[in-house]
Antibody
């Protein structure tokens, strides 16, 4: 079964850091782009970042709202994609979802990030 | 950046009746490869989004055939032929021809 599972969320103070992980299974991970999408409390969806697969050079892409603060990376040996979040702000408070592929066909259950003092 | 606009934002429906959601993009979603990168997602309360449709009109595995989608260029629609109770939730369109943008979401309620 194809699935992705996020972890690493929690409560952090403004200016702090968190690293989210997304463990994938059931498909050839290195061949697929992986992305992160967030959902603000009671609101819609916002794309955060994506990283292409090994055949596309593992290129990285970021939304303007997180550029320079968040870093996406992947470890193909561990079938895991990461989102390093630095300089966190209250407005980064959201559920963070990991999604498989450039067309986001499979999503995880999400991990909650709360930025508050 | 491409802007995605959905209508309506709230959609009260009656069980067994049809429903339709529209989605506009601020520019064409046709890629240079010839495909059009527009997807539809459904999010039930308390759950993560699930993709229903990709490349305008292709249903994902397990999606009931009461769901259909169409469109081209900058205008797209998702239709439910007969609404069932499990269809409640929020529907989002998403473009991925140029990075990613989601529509605001349409809340379908019985």
């Amino acid at each position: 079964e194809v699935q992705v599972l996020e972890s690493g969320g929690g409560l952090v103070q403004p200016g702090g850091s968190l690293r989210l992980s997304c463990a994938a299974s059931g498909f050839t991970f290195s061949n697929y782009a992986m992305g992160w999408v967030r959902q603000f409390p009671g609101k819609g969806l916002e794309w955060v970042s994506s990283m292409s697969g090994i055949r596309s050079g593992e290129a990285t892409y970021y939304a303007d709202s997180v550029k320079g603060r968040f870093t996406i990376s992947r470890d193909n040996s561990r079938n895991t994609v990461y989102l390093q979040m630095d300089g966190l702000r209250a407005e980064d408070t959201a559920i963070y979802y990991c999604a498989k592929g450039s067309d986001m066909d499979i999503w995880g259950q999400g991990t909650t990030v709360t930025v508050s003092s | 950046d491409i802007v995605m606009t959905q209508s309506p934002l709230s959609l009260p429906v009656t069980l067994g009746q049809p429903a339709s959601i529209s989605c506009w993009s601020s520019r064409s979603l046709v890629h240079t490869d010839g495909d059009t990168y527009l997807s539809w997602f459904h999010q039930r309360p308390g759950q993560s989004p699930r993709r229903l449709i990709y490349k305008v009109s292709n249903r994902d595995s397990g999606v009931p055939d009461r769901f259909s989608a169409s469109g081209s260029g900058t205008y797209f629609t998702l239709k439910i032929s007969r609404v069932e109770a499990e269809d409640v939730g929020v529907y989002y369109c998403m473009q991925n021809v140029d990075l990613y943008t989601f529509g605001q979401g349409t809340k379908l309620e019985i």
